[in-house]
């Protein structure tokens, strides 16, 4: 069975760094397109950035370029997205999808998702 | 950025009714590259239809989605209580990607 596990809830101060861990499993994980996508609360779904884990080949939203990286290791099936340097604004559900082909498009499969809280 | 509009924001209707979603793009977007999801409280979206027509295997048939051009369409025939959540379209014809800003189909 496909499956997306990410990592555990993480509360942080601002200012400090954060990467969140997005396994999967039941696939080959080189072959499909792993989206990250950022849910503020009580708020809808907004499109971060994609990944294709095989060649690492990223492309952002302008709303969240230089300020998230979306990375991947293909060795051990893991897409990661990191935070330099986190703000309040920052506190959200964030969810890892997988595109529903070998092409950038629909997301079929969805981590249960990480809560991100900032706070000082 | 092609940005998506969802309408109506809150859809009030009772279990056994047809509901119609709407959602309206800034630009044309290819229908080949459009998706729905539902989303319940505390859980991760599901896909429903993508290639804005094309029902997701294990996805029942009163769902069913249409549109072209900058109108797109969610249907769901004969609201059963489970049917009752949140509701985002998305296109990724165009980069960045993008989604609706959601429709509350909520129980009347």
């Known amino acids: 069975e496909v499956h997306l596990v990410q990592s555990g809830a993480e509360v942080k101060k601002p200012g400090e760094s954060l990467k969140i861990s997005c396994k999967g499993s039941?696939?080959?994980?080189?072959?499909?397109?792993i989206g990250w996508v950022r849910q503020m609360p009580g708020k809808g779904l907004e499109w971060m950035g994609i990944i294709y884990p095989d060649d690492s080949d990223t492309t952002y939203s302008p709303s969240f370029q230089g300020h998230v990286t979306i990375s991947a290791d293909k060795s051990i099936s893991t897409a990661y997205l990191h935070w330099g340097s986190l703000k309040a604004s920052d506190t959200a559900m964030y969810y890892c999808?997988?595109?529903?082909?070998?092409?950038?498009?629909?997301?079929?499969?969805w981590g249960q998702g990480t809560k991100v809280t900032v706070s000082s | 950025d092609i940005v998506l509009t969802q309408s109506p924001g809150t859809l009030s209707l009772s279990p056994g009714e047809r509901a119609t979603l709407s959602c309206k793009a800034s630009q044309r977007v290819s229908s080949s590259f459009f998706a729905w999801y539902q989303q319940k409280p505390g859980q991760a979206p599901r896909l429903l239809i993508y290639g804005a027509s094309s029902r997701v295997t294990g996805i029942s048939d009163r769902f069913s989605g249409s549109g072209s051009g900058t109108d797109f369409t969610l249907t769901i025939s004969r609201l059963e209580p489970e049917d009752f959540a949140v509701y985002y379209c998305?296109?990724?014809?165009?980069?960045?990607?993008?989604f609706g800003q959601g429709t509350q189909l909520e129980i009347k």
């Open positions: 039941g696939y080959r994980f080189t072959s499909y397109w």
């Open positions: 999808a997988r595109a529903l082909s070998g092409q950038r498009g629909a997301f079929d499969i």
């Open positions: 998305q296109q990724y014809a165009t980069l960045p990607d993008s």
